[in-house]
């Protein structure tokens, strides 16, 4: 049932083409000026006079959470707030009927994500659950649903989960820019065409795997690592921390790389790794420096980024490039090898990689 893979997680990590493949299948319009989701069934009415949408899950759907906000509103232009669902619960949410609340849950069974789902609604929110397993409970209580078809996940580490969610957001928010006239056309179709090919770029990083494997053969016996980024780097910095500790429990933190100089960068000595993430054009002079900062401190640098025209030198020490796609898209990308890191980090260590310690499949207690 692992297909020849060694693990559950492995095997999903390379099902990550597929996955996405079916998440977009008949979700853009052949001529890809359209994200269909016909699902969502919003009112016109109600999409033009959205107030503000909030985005609450808890773990890794939540860090597609933190993708999704910077993704809408940069194109949507509405204000988004995303937390994590054991905190929006309880923090008595500013939200009403004019507002949008999206839930993110793989298994769709998740106590703190489905208490925040009732409390929103309660409240007179539109819910859509974007969530992958059909019938589940948050599928069955939320307005409407936008599927993720990864299909099942069995790994406890969540991977074409993730990659799946960041779809739906992309689709989610590109959709509701055309509805609510707030994309030219052009960017629209710039998007969902490079979205509609992001498969090949997801195939072409798992073709690479052994340079990752070698990057985490070198630093699996380390105990802490940082991984830094601005913007959309940021979030997906905040899964691959996730996802190291949570399978290899090497202890890593997620940093945005202009808060390092604010208390971090005592934490940077002689020989600490610090991946970078480094993807966003109007924020890369920024991360480089922020690569030199830590360079200057004796930091070992692996920097995650596009082929570009920049002095590879100033890269760190060691480079892993991204294959060519609208910059936008970046997250769908970068978290692959990181994904890839975690996974030979945890086996060089002997961890039980599909089953780590303390943790379940699915939290439906809380
Ligand atoms: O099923 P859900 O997406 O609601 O699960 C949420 C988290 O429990 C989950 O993403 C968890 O953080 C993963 N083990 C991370 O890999």
């Not at 974007?130 to 209580?141: K, L, Q, Y």
């Not at 406890?156 to 957001?169: D, E, I």
């Not at 380390?222 to 399978?247: P, T, W």
Request: glycine letters at 8%; aromatic letters at 8%; a negative charge.
């Amino acid at each position: 049932e692992k297909a020849g893979y060694d693990h559950f997680m492995l095997k999903e990590i390379h099902e990550q083409p597929r996955a996405l493949r079916d998440t977009l299948r008949g979700r853009i319009d052949d001529d890809c000026r359209r994200a269909v989701l016909d699902e969502l069934n919003l009112e016109p009415g109600f999409v033009k006079n959205l107030n503000k949408i909030f985005v609450t899950a808890c773990g890794t759907a939540f860090h597609a959470g933190v993708v999704g906000k910077y993704i809408i509103e940069k194109l949507v232009r509405l204000p988004v707030e995303v937390d994590i669902a054991s905190e929006f619960r309880y923090r008595d949410p500013l939200i009403g009927p004019g507002d949008l609340v999206v839930v993110v849950s793989q298994s769709g069974e998740t106590a703190d994500t489905r208490a925040a789902l009732r409390e929103a609604k309660s409240r007179g929110a539109r819910v859509v659950a974007i969530t992958n397993v059909v019938g589940s409970s948050i599928a069955r209580e939320a307005d409407s649903v936008l599927y993720t078809w990864a299909g099942p996940e069995i790994a406890v580490a969540s991977t074409k989960a993730y990659v799946t969610q960041l779809a739906a957001f992309y689709l989610l928010a590109v959709w509701l820019a055309g509805e609510r006239g707030a994309l030219p056309g052009e960017e629209r179709e710039d998007l969902l065409r490079a979205l509609r090919e992001l498969h090949h770029g997801v195939g072409q990083i798992l073709a690479g795997a052994g340079e990752i494997a070698a990057l985490a053969r070198r630093y699996h016996q380390r105990h802490c690592l940082f991984f830094i980024g601005r913007g959309l780097d940021y979030a997906v910095a905040m899964e691959g921390s996730l996802k190291l500790k949570e399978i290899s429990y090497i202890h890593a933190e997620a940093y945005a790389a202009g808060e390092l100089k604010h208390g971090t960068l005592a934490l940077i000595t002689e020989g600490v790794p610090v991946i970078a993430l480094a993807t966003q054009p109007e924020l890369f002079e920024k991360t480089l420096s922020n690569i030199k900062e830590v360079k200057a401190r004796g930091a070992e640098v692996v920097t995650l980024t596009f082929q570009g025209d920049h002095d590879s030198e100033e890269l760190g020490d060691f480079r892993v490039y991204l294959p060519p796609t609208h910059p936008f898209l970046a997250p769908i990308l970068t978290v692959v090898p990181l994904q890839l890191f975690a996974y030979y980090a945890a086996v060089y260590r002997g961890c039980s990689v599909d089953k780590p310690r303390n943790l379940a499949k699915s939290v439906t207690v809380e």
